[in-house]
């Protein structure tokens, strides 16, 4: 059974920065695209951040400049540097990895606010 972990949501003001941090585990096989997705209340889900294997990243456009994705292959980890945090960047952030399906980690809260 494959899992995603996320971890480093928090409460930050605005300007603020968070990073955050996933795991996988199970049985993965090869990892293709790792990322981030996010969900504010009331709307849809929206890709935040995707990483391929080769570590090309793919940025929401309101996010460019502010957010840096990274990846560890050995380590089967992804994360999200957020930096000039921005009230409407408050959402659930959850972590996305593609192998041999698509997979989604529990979810973890974002909130920025003075």
């Known amino acids: 059974q494959v899992q995603l972990v996320e971890s480093g949501g928090g409460l930050v003001p605005p300007g603020g920065s968070l990073r955050l941090s996933c795991v996988a585990s199970g049985d993965i096989g090869t990892v293709y695209t790792m990322g981030w997705f996010r969900q504010a209340p009331g709307k849809q889900r929206e890709m935040v951040d995707l990483?391929?294997?080769?570590?090309?990243?793919n940025y929401l456009d309101s996010v460019k400049g502010r957010f840096t994705i990274s990846r560890d292959n050995a380590k089967n980890k992804v994360y999200l540097q957020m930096n000039s945090l921005k009230p409407e960047d408050t959402a659930v952030y959850y972590c996305?990895?593609?192998?041999?399906?698509?997979?989604w980690g529990q979810g973890t809260q974002v909130t920025v606010s003075s």
């Open positions: 990483i391929t294997r080769a570590g090309v990243p």
């Open positions: 996305n990895m593609y192998s041999s399906e698509i997979y």
